[in-house]
């Protein structure tokens, strides 16, 4: 294929732009998909992707187009995650694309995710087609979006297209757009192979599938390839392209995203990131690759019943293969019992990996409360990083705790400005600056503990700005605090998956509210159980579970036994679920929400 | 199983297993009612006395069809039970009828306790007297309040002047025993009724006394109104203290607490109602009843429907059964047991002694003799301790 013919982009946006619709126009008009086998959000092809109607992983898929010039074009189209949580997943797309089609919807603007990801397109030096989306919406405001576009960007709001993915108006002139304006890539085929492994899936009887863009040279099937980073060597025994099912062809040319299989089996000698080269004639030089996501939010999962924990391994391992990011550890809890330290991306990334354990594995699960990994300095000047609170040595030999913080990109229309500076004091934001963009949005910058994002932050967000405010972050390292272990006793002892790290000023107020809660969440017992936080051995606060006073049933008629057997029963059934600490009783579900603040609205 | 099935509602296979000495206690149920009270969800109706009739029909061919079977293996009823809905639908003369076939049936021990429950919105003076003439020997009467107030709002059939009447009725009646329902837990506005009743059922020389927490079935009219905001029932605090000052005045005043929910005068303990605390053998006979033949137990279609087509067919309308053994037998045996003062025995319970003695320092138990019972604390309760000693 004639390489000026080949055009490779993303579309990126904010979350709920309208992404994958877009992609489905683009894929009828291509007559890629038949007609017949056509869904909405075709792209999203896991079952979970399809529930939520959220993009979770990038979905690449190599399009025919006769263009309006009369030529024929390949173009290849990544679909990419809007969420926060998988940003990754939009970096490594950008990777391997010469464009980005930026898509913003006409009734929401410009968001946080907008400006987060333009900015990483721009950084990464991509053409960027920006195109307001939704226009056929009547609360749409074409100019309003656009302006801010072009604010955002430094463009002529004139360049900026307007579509509806819904309808499919205007995606023609949009792929014109982007055969124009996007540049052919640019590395020679009868260079050295370099290819850029931007994305990888496990597939159980092939083993690992690369995704690759070939940056240079072509390879081919049969082919004898090395990986730089690894040093692994295999040959390949086969070569494709996403249509968007894997479809096998005799090779890649420069230019060109595809995949490969190589009969490697082990996911850890693959890595996303790596550049492929060929045995005989290798490259010099790596192509630059990308840091390794790394998990920021940790969580406990543990099986409801015990004798799930092989299984949960299992489906853990498993669910790795296709998830690099997430990570996990064997971790015992007195409360709990066997389970596993789970390391994730974010709220969103936890919550996905519980529903498939759940879904794809049947497994029951309780999932503690999440919180960061800490970076602790002991008296020795020795640095540990705990992941699980409980964890966390005596004050004493503890010189300092530090806190993973993010970089935080709000916007928010001016009216809602005043509540979430007041936010971000709170939750101990260090300001920075702020941007007007065109008169309808503010751009906030701050600093953020991370830990208060996967508190409740975003749910006070949006609470505090009738749900227009919009959240973007990255992680930028980890800072001091004056911070303190905080533990739950319950009855007299302490329960290890209660136990926080908060800042000190604040142990009493998350003292009294998890304590309170507890009282809330514990079913009354035979006797008073006295439930308390403490810092180092002193209470900061304490509630009360009452005893049960009453509990017996009304009259029996006619020597009816099985009606209270029954009774009796779901009792017992119900103890079953529930987790002994001494003499108490703690259902699971204190474990999941004792330590959530606020309502049960998710990040989006 | 189905083998099982097949011997209850095929054959007497089952009686006879039970050999030449089968005694039972008989419980003849009634499940209709004059009007149904607010808090209500047993299975009762209101229906017509031609529908009543049919009814009464079927249960006299039921008994005849286990009399026949019974019969050929011995013959003996420790105590008759007729209960309901409401058994005083049925005229004195009624009652004494049925009484006296069931006794003609089965043949029933010397001096065997005969029960018959009355609505006080039913019968007059004689007919306690006529229903004594057929062999009733015991009443329990449907009282719940001796105020009007508190009976209206429970929408009961009946005002107090009327349950007083019926109750001295009942007392000059013949019979040897006479006890009385009375409902606590009472919804707003009705405080203190519950204990002057008492007090007023106490000076009348009562002999028995059942106290039941109003517990309103789901879907009824006054959990629907206390759903709604419109009735307010009082919080379990309140309802713990009413009781323990019930269970305080009836023990002070000389009744004996034998079961969580039952008082007597020496020498009235209700037998029949024992005898299920006890796990002893029952034959239950009408819609809905439940028996109990050794490890068997099974019970009657609900629906009256099925019940009397069942009958019609001329088989019997068990319509389910299971087998009690092992570990569930013990689980029942510390059920049941643990609801009268009898307790049960300290081997029973599954617990180290360390618990028992903490849930005794703790008032909930009460330990001696080798022998662990509830107090009244324990008893308000009782639902999670015994999931305690059975499963901690
Ligand atoms: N009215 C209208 N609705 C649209 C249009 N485009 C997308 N939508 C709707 O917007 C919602 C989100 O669309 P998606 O295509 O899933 O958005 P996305 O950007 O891929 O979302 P993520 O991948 O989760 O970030 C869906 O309900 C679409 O039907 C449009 O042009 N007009
Ligand atoms: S009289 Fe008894 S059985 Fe009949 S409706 Fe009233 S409470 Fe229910
Ligand atoms: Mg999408």
Known sequence: MDKSRIRNFCIIAHIDHGKSTLADRFLEITDTVPRQKMAEQYLDRMELERERGITIKAQAVRMQYMATDGEEYRLNLIDTPGHVDFSYEVSRSLAACEGAILLVDASQGVEAQTVGNAYLAVESGLEIVPVVNKIDLPASDFEGTAMEISDLLGIDPGEVLAVSAKTGEGARELLDAVVRRV???SGEADMPLRALVFDSSYDSYRGVVAFVRVVEGEVKRGMKVRFMATGVTASVDEVGYFSPDMISCPGLEAGEVGYIITGVKDVTRIKVGDTVTGREAPAAEPLPGYREPKPMVFAGVYPVDSDDFTDLNDALEKLKLNDAALSFTRENSKALGFGFRCGFLGLLHLEIVQERLEREYGLDL???????????????????????PSDMPDMGVVKEIREPYVQATILVPPDYMGGILELVKERRGIYQDMTYLSGRRVEIRCRLPLAEIVVDFYDQLKSRSRGYASLDYEHVGFLAGNLVRLDILINGEPVDAFSIIVERSRAHEYGSRITKKLRELIPRQLFDVPVQAAVGGKVVARETIKARRKDVLAKCYGGDVTRKKKLLQKQKEGKKRMKMVGRVEIPQEAFISALRAGGEEKPR | MSALAYDIKSSTAVVRAWGGNVKVRLYLHWPFCRSRCAYCDFNTRVASVGYQEAYRTALLAEMGMWASMLGRAGKTIRSLYLGGGTPSCMSGDETAALLSTAAERFGLEDGAEVTVEVNPATWAEDDYARAVFGGANRFSVGVQSLHDGTLRVLSRPHGAEEAMEALRAALDSGARSVGADLLYGLPAGCEGTFLDSLEKLMGLGIHHLSVYALSPGAKTPL?????????????????????????????????????????????????????????????????????????????????????????????????????????????????????????????TVSHSSGRLRELARGGLLDISGGRVKLTPRGMLVSNLLIADLLWS
């Open chain 2, 223 to 347: 959990a629907r109104m206390a759903a709604r905001g419109e009735v307010a029932l009082p919080e379990d605090e309140a309802v713990a203290e009413e009781y323990l000052a019930a269970v305080e005045i009836l023990v002070r005043r000389g009744y004996e607490h034998y079961e969580i929910s039952n008082f007597c005068r020496p020498g009235h303990r209700c037998r029949h109602n024992l005898a299920y605390w006890r796990r002893e053998d029952y034959l239950g006979l009408g819609a809905g009843a439940h028996s109990k033949l050794g490890g068997l137990r099974f019970w009657n279609e609900r629906s009256l429907l099925r019940y009397l087509r069942t009958i019609g067919e001329g088989r019997l309308p068990v319509s389910g059964w299971e087998v009690v053994t092992g570990e569930e037998a013990r689980e029942e045996m510390v059920m049941l047991g643990m609801r009268t003062s009898r307790g049960v025995s300290e081997r």
């Open chain 1, 366 to 388: 309780v999932v503690t409360s999440p919180n960061v990994v800490y970076e602790v300095v002991d008296r020795g000047g020795g640095v540990t990083y705990i992941r699980n």
């Open chain 1, 183 to 185: 540049p052919p890539p």
